[in-house]
């Protein structure tokens, strides 16, 4: 982890303010850039390379680099660009990232196979671009108003040096997280695979969308085959540090799988069985501090819990994300997988079952609302259904585009906040490619889902996570206060409290 934060057009003291405030994310090294009314700061995770001075930022002649995260397959990049006759002068993944840049300019997108969120400067341009990587693994929020424009990797930094203003969200009261809009007046994220070009001189900006999903071939003779090799190459990236790393450990199918990749010495496990409840509530207002704007999820703690016990052993923690939503793995996915099971099987009968059964996009609308604007939710996911012919993958990229940041935010906020980086093998660029392309059977069967996971772990002799119910990770925060139930709105009703709380202190 690190942070990046950039003013324009604002007071040269502020950026340090912003750096500073981001400690807990980048704890090794800091720096700082001031341009006339421009000013950058980054501050440092030393994970890749950690000798080498002057690289947060990153000046090379009339460009500054600011950036957060990891470029996985930066050795291959830049053996690529010394090829093509670049010298290198560090052993970084930075010096790297800004190499790509000076040579390919903005494809260099096409090419490269990380987790970012960077900010590169052009001087003799006057222009400066921000980009966030594919699934949205790093943050990365910007204010803008009238010629002022403010970027940072963490929401709450932005507290230091200017008024919040509230604002209610549409979205955010819908799904019980942020998206592109914030509960703050002019401030937005940028959007997972995209970049943002900014012309200082003509306060004016462009959003660009660099990655869209395109379905692949896939040789289904071969296809466990070429799922055990993208997960052996991603692995083996994700493995790539100059420091110690462990396993965010479930004991479910995704962990349980990474863990037959590779012999990893350190593991976290989280007990949902023990009783949390005065640490929680000891921990909430950090929590709610730490994740910007407050997520509808019950993960948020035990992420906390397994980050401030990783933090003693590891600087990098290796999670399962993203193998739900690419490989058909939520339970709610189970009734519409179902009902169009039914359907091909038995397609005389359709008159009937559709007395009984609604449209898949109208199911999986109401499935997952989580309050009463059904029309809201049904026109933010109608476009993931008709880019599909099936419901399961349909699903599965609904929830990756506009359910999964959430998820993203918790175990990206919750790891920062111990200085630890956390990666995610199953959201590879090839590995995401490579499932939302495979044919629906391939994930869920019957009652079974992620059946090429499984048919994987059972190839690999590990036969225990199969036997297991599928459960998220969670706590039984009802169950401390008495209710029976599983609804969230509890919870979500008490970390808002905190959240609100937290920020009239700030």
Same mark, same amino acid.
């Given at each position: 982890m690190c942070s990046i934060a950039g003013v324009i057009n604002g007071d040269k003291k502020d950026i340090k303010k912003l750096i500073n405030s981001m400690s807990h994310r980048a704890p090794d090294d800091k720096g700082y850039y001031h341009d006339g009314n421009i000013s950058l700061g980054m501050g440092r995770l030393k994970i890749i390379d950690l000798i080498s001075k002057n690289l947060c930022p990153l000046i090379d002649e009339d460009l500054v680099l600011t950036y957060n995260g990891e470029l996985y397959n930066f050795i291959e990049l830049r053996n690529e660009l010394i090829e093509k006759g670049w010298k290198f002068y560090t052993s970084s993944d930075t010096e790297v990232l800004m190499k790509s840049w000076k040579q390919w300019g903005l494809r260099m997108f096409q090419k490269l196979n990380g987790m970012y969120a960077f900010a590169i400067y052009d001087k003799k341009k006057q222009k400066i671009w921000l980009a966030r990587d594919i699934p949205g693994e790093k943050p990365l929020y910007y204010?803008?108003?009238?010629?002022?424009?403010?970027?940072?990797?963490?929401?709450?930094?932005?507290?230091?040096?200017?008024?919040?203003? #509230?604002?209610?969200?549409?979205?955010?009261?819908?799904?019980?997280?942020?998206?592109?809009?914030?509960?703050?007046?002019?401030?937005?994220?940028?959007?997972?695979?995209?970049?943002?070009?900014?012309?200082?001189?003509?306060?004016?900006?462009?959003?660009?969308?660099?990655?869209?999903?395109?379905?692949? #071939?896939?040789d289904l003779k071969n296809v466990e085959e070429e799922l055990e090799e993208l997960l052996v190459n991603s692995i083996n990236l994700r493995l790539r540090s100059d420091v110690k790393y462990g396993l965010y450990y479930s004991k479910g199918i995704d962990s349980s799988l990474i863990s037959t990749f590779h012999n990893?010495?350190? #593991?976290?496990?989280?007990?949902?069985?023990?009783?949390?409840?005065?640490?929680f509530l000891n921990k909430i207002k950090k929590i709610a501090y730490h994740l910007d704007f407050p997520v509808g999820s019950l993960s948020s703690y035990p992420l906390w819990k397994l980050a401030e016990k990783a933090t003693k052993n590891v600087k990098i923690v290796i999670s399962g994300e993203g193998a739900d939503e690419i490989f058909g793995g939520y339970i709610r996915y189970l009734p519409i997988a179902r009902e169009w099971e039914l359907r091909k099987k038995m397609p005389s009968y359709n008159y009937l079952f559709g007395k009984f059964y609604r449209p898949h996009l109208e199911a999986f609308s109401r499935i997952t609302m989580r309050n009463k604007n059904y029309d809201f939710i049904k026109k933010i996911f109608q476009p993931y259904f008709e880019n599909f012919d099936d419901p399961i993958n349909a699903m599965g990229f609904a929830d990756f585009k506009i359910v999964m940041p959430s998820l993203l935010q918790m175990g990206d906020r919750m790891a920062s906040a111990f200085g630890l980086?956390?990666?995610?093998?199953?959201?590879?660029?090839?590995?995401?490619?490579?499932?939302?392309?495979?044919?629906?059977?391939?994930?869920?069967?019957?009652?079974?889902?992620?059946?090429?996971?499984?048919?994987?772990?059972?190839?690999?002799?590990?036969?225990?996570?199969?036997?297991?119910?599928?459960?998220?990770?969670?706590?039984?925060?009802?169950e401390w206060f008495g209710r029976k139930d599983w609804n969230r709105s509890l919870y979500f009703d008490h970390l808002n409290k905190n959240w609100n709380k937290v920020h009239k202190q700030l």
């Open positions: 204010y803008h108003y009238g010629k002022k424009f403010v970027f940072v990797s963490e929401a709450k930094s932005l507290n230091k040096i200017l008024n919040m203003s #509230k604002r209610k969200d549409k979205f955010y009261d819908a799904f019980q997280h942020c998206l592109h809009k914030t509960l703050w007046k002019n401030v937005y994220q940028v959007p997972a695979a995209h970049y943002i070009e900014y012309d200082i001189k003509k306060n004016q900006k462009r959003v660009v969308e660099y990655w869209k999903f395109q379905k692949r #071939k896939i990893f010495k350190y #593991k976290f496990y989280f007990n949902d069985n023990k009783n949390w409840k005065k640490d980086e956390n990666r995610c093998p199953f959201l590879d660029k090839n590995l995401i490619e490579f499932g939302f392309s495979l044919p629906p059977e391939y994930k869920i069967n019957g009652l079974e889902q992620k059946i090429i996971l499984r048919n994987l772990l059972i190839k690999r002799g590990l036969l225990k996570p199969l036997k297991l119910e599928k459960k998220g990770l969670s706590i039984k925060f009802n």
